[in-house]
């Protein structure tokens, strides 16, 4: 049997395996924008049952929708990575999409449904007055920090990812190592 690193995929292989991630990366981007309007429908409301929905739709997203393609998108860049010429820290541009995950999912999948679920127990307890209550001031602060973040993060994968802006690593030398 082949060693994981060594082993290639073939051109279909590859292209279904890109297209998966694709798949789930779009997933986590859509999710991200989605999280986006619900708040912006959220601060903009003053129906309680809207803002209650908003962030009851944003938290069930953060446990269903947003870990799943989190961990889709980690597992086929990984794949990817490994099972063709590109590997795991051949280039900065992988590196740099690597760390950009990283920050991905400690935004979306951790952060999110921890933040989410503040909200809508502020907002199940206290309605429209929790607009008013600094604890939910805090908590919409740093969802609406983690949402944006998340969108520029997820968004500059996708730019590095088509222009691959910086090139291999250089291997160091015997007198360097």
Known sequence: MKEI???KLNATQRKWLLL???LFSAIMFGGAVFFLILSITAATTSDEGILKACYTGMHVLAK???RASAIGA??????LSMLTS???F????IMAKEGLMIISIL????????LTLKAVTLTSEAGLSSLHDP????NSGLLWSGIILQIVSIGSMFVISVFKPWGPRRPKSRSQA
């Open 90 to 93: 051949k280039y900065y541009w």
């Open 64 to 66: 269903t929708s947003v």
């Open 135 to 138: 604890a939910f001031a805090l």
């Open 86 to 88: 590109w590997g795991l």
């Open 107 to 114: 935004l979306g999948p951790i952060s999110m449904e921890t």
């Open 5 to 7: 690193g060594k082993q």
């Open 20 to 22: 998966a991630h694709l």
């Open 74 to 79: 980690l597992i086929t860049g990984i794949l």
